[in-house]
């Protein structure tokens, strides 16, 4: 069993020919709404590769919050370690263009989460195979919970994202999976040397390039899959949910991330955070694995 301590959030998204400079308005071709949030989504992407998942966060009383919860028990997360506030449940505004996204997110219901709430599940915690985290909740909240899962003896998946939210203690995570983005926020331009102290721990995504790791002896580039990308938003929370799968189930290191490289590149090929999240017999054959 996997547990997903994270966001919940609404993904309001809107496309356009080009992004907006400064001060400028441009006209939308697209406006929709859909389930997200970086933990929901990986909780979906694990839940669709056969692994029993267990959802830990908060919605608000809102329509929206009734929405989220229904999403995720269509995938069949299980929902109870869920949080229900009087407030707004989260939102992330989304804007596509150019075959990219760029995103804000108001946390909502989401920063109404607390060590207590933490505590109530930790037999939940205790019994799961792998915890993924991210950094859209309180800060202290997932440091209280990387600190409990150590306690417990349970490995985690941490996911340092947004990256301004990541702290020295973090550090302590099993597992660590930047973007390359945030990777150069953390660790500078010469994030490449930071991986050797994180040896098959840390791997840092390269979108259509891959992921990169260093093995305890040399540095891993595992290639990226050929793909054609309608919206990426999704791609890395795709991954991160693979990557948990993958390793959950006792896949070694570079297997676990050609696995996670493989479901990513699945998912950006339709429309939505969630989408174009693929099932496990999907992700092999994109493997050339037998099911």
Do not use: C
């Amino acid at each position: 069993m996997i547990t997903v301590v994270g966001s919940i959030n609404m993904d309001l998204v809107v496309g356009t020919e080009r992004f907006p400079k400064q001060g400028e308005t441009v006209l939308g071709n697209l406006y929709t709404t859909v389930s997200g949030g970086k933990g929901a989504n990986q909780a979906v992407a694990a839940a669709r590769l056969g692994e029993e998942v267990r959802m830990v966060g908060a919605v608000g009383s809102d329509a929206f919050g009734a929405q989220l919860l229904e999403g995720l028990e269509k995938e069949r997360i299980h929902t109870d370690g869920v949080k229900h506030t009087n407030g707004a449940s989260g939102i992330a505004n989304i804007l596509l263009s150019e075959g990219d996204n760029r995103i804000i997110v108001v946390p909502g219901a989401n920063h109404e989460l607390t060590e207590s709430d933490i505590d109530a599940h930790k037999e939940v915690l205790q019994n799961s195979s792998m915890i993924i985290l991210q950094l859209e909740l309180p800060i202290a909240v997932v440091e209280y919970t990387l600190s409990l899962a150590k306690e417990l003896g349970v490995p985690t998946v941490l996911n340092p994202a947004p990256a301004a939210g990541f702290t020295p203690a973090m550090k302590e995570a099993g597992f660590l999976t930047p973007n390359e983005t945030e990777a150069q926020e953390l660790f500078g331009e010469n994030w490449e040397l930071e991986l050797e102290r994180y040896p098959n721990r840390m791997v840092v995504t390269l979108g259509k390039n891959g992921a990169r790791y260093f093995d305890g002896e040399k540095h891993v580039t595992v290639e990226g899959f050929p793909t054609k990308a309608v919206d990426t938003t999704g791609a890395g929370d795709t991954f991160n949910g693979a990557l948990a799968a993958a390793l959950a189930e006792g896949r070694e290191f570079k297997e676990a991330v050609r696995f996670a490289n493989a479901a990513a590149s699945i998912s950006v090929e339709k429309f939505g955070a969630q989408g174009g999240m693929p099932n496990r017999a999907d992700v092999l054959k994109r493997m050339g694995e037998a099911q």
